[in-house]
């Protein structure tokens, strides 16, 4: 216990639950991105403060959504729909403060910038490159940085966690639990994710995934598999150990799988 600090369930729960939440703003990269903004000559000028260029408050937003950039039309009996704000056409911001810009970009266009677009552009500010090139890591360089949390699925809210996890600073005492990370990644983002977890197990940390993806479980330092079957026929410890110890086991399911993946098994065998 005394080699533990915190125990971390990163679960697939969303980040916010509201389009006001997003991915800038849970790992806190937007309030770097902020204060550079009003740094800028133009804001400086002004008498802009970062409080200026954030959507939440009063000042700099679009009052007509409140920053939201989008209306919430309530519909009786069906799902809520969101339209976009006819005042800043869902750029969540007033006219003056877009006219203060960096490198050409207001605010609202950085929040509309993908995460790989936003390694390139922030390349230079190490305080915001660091996070961005982490989210980019865990496979989400796809992933609009003011996307609203509403609009992300359940393993991009996990991985957005993860990112935020990522960008503080390490103990090196941490278990993290994460259950199904590489729902809906493709076979490379899966390879991208591998080297995140064993980054975090480089540094001392303990993570502990619940998941069916055969890479993954290949890669693990200790695997448990339970069954024999899902649902009430499971439950039971079926192997331990390493992956080529688990592939051993006849009544494993996993480890019947593994051994097409792991010849030196098959041969040793």
């Known amino acids: 216990v005394e080699d533990v600090d915190k125990v971390i369930d990163i679960d697939q729960s969303p980040i916010g639950r509201t389009p006001r939440s997003n991915p800038a703003t849970y790992t806190k990269v937007f309030d ?43 519909m009786h009996f069906l799902p809520d729909v969101y339209v976009p704000c006819e005042v800043c056409k869902g750029r969540r911001y007033n006219n003056e403060t877009l006219r203060a810009t960096y490198k050409g970009k207001s605010i609202s266009d950085v929040l ?14 190490p305080a915001i490159s660091r996070r961005m090139y982490t989210l980019r890591d ?16 359940g393993g991009e809210a996990q991985r957005v966690k993860l990112a935020s996890e990522l ?51 290949r890669s693990a330092d200790h695997v448990i598999d339970l069954g024999p079957e899902g649902g009430d026929a499971g439950g039971e410890i079926i192997a331990t150990g390493t992956p080529e110890e688990v592939a051993n086991v006849e009544e494993s399911h996993t480890g019947r799988f593994l051994r097409g993946l792991m010849p030196e098994v098959v041969a040793a065998g």
């Open 32 to 74: 770097h991105i902020r204060q550079l903004f009003a740094s800028t000559p133009e804001a400086k000028i002004r008498g802009y403060k970062p409080g200026r260029f954030s959507f939440n408050v009063k000042g700099g937003r679009c009052e007509a959504c409140r920053g939201d950039g989008q209306i919430r039309i309530e």
């Open 138 to 153: 865990v496979g989400l360089g796809y992933v609009r940085l003011g996307q609203p949390a509403t609009t992300l699925s």
């Open 167 to 217: 960008g503080k600073r390490a103990t090196g005492k941490t278990v993290y639990i994460l259950d199904e990370p590489t729902t809906g990644l493709h076979f490379a983002d899966v390879e991208k994710l591998l080297s995140i977890l064993h980054r975090l197990v480089d540094a001392g940390n303990t993570v502990i995934v619940i998941e069916h993806n055969l890479d993954v479980i």
């Open 112 to 125: 509309d910038m993908t995460v790989e677009e936003a390694c390139e552009f922030f390349a230079p500010v």
